[in-house]
């Protein structure tokens, strides 16, 4: 081993470069869910914790992905959506309440 010439010399491994992905309306950010506990009110936390969720959308990705979904249904449901927002829009209920 003390012969060894620079091309047999073992090379430090490099980590993986990270591939760029395009970006896209269907990226999703994940951050986790954090609630804290005061006072030793469980059940005050696990309530945030519930609405949290709901405002979230957990629940309805829940019972989204509980069946298969075919494409077509798929592509069925997202235009109801979509009608239903036109709809809301044209009635004049389109934004979100912020108080």
Do not use: C, H, W
């Not at 696990?46 to 979230?56: D, F, G, N, V």
């Amino acid at each position: 081993m003390e012969n060894m010439t620079p091309a047999a010399a073992p090379t430090a491994i490099e980590p993986k470069k990270e591939r760029s992905f395009r970006a896209s309306s269907k990226a999703v950010e994940f951050r986790p869910l954090e609630v804290v506990v005061q006072d030793n009110n469980i059940n005050r936390a696990i309530s945030l914790l519930k609405r949290k969720m709901a405002t979230e959308g957990i629940y309805k990705e829940l019972r989204k992905r509980r069946f298969f979904e075919k494409p077509s249904e798929r592509r069925k449901r997202k235009q109801r959506e979509a009608e239903r927002r036109r709809k809301k829009l044209m009635r004049g209920g389109g934004g979100r309440r912020r108080d």
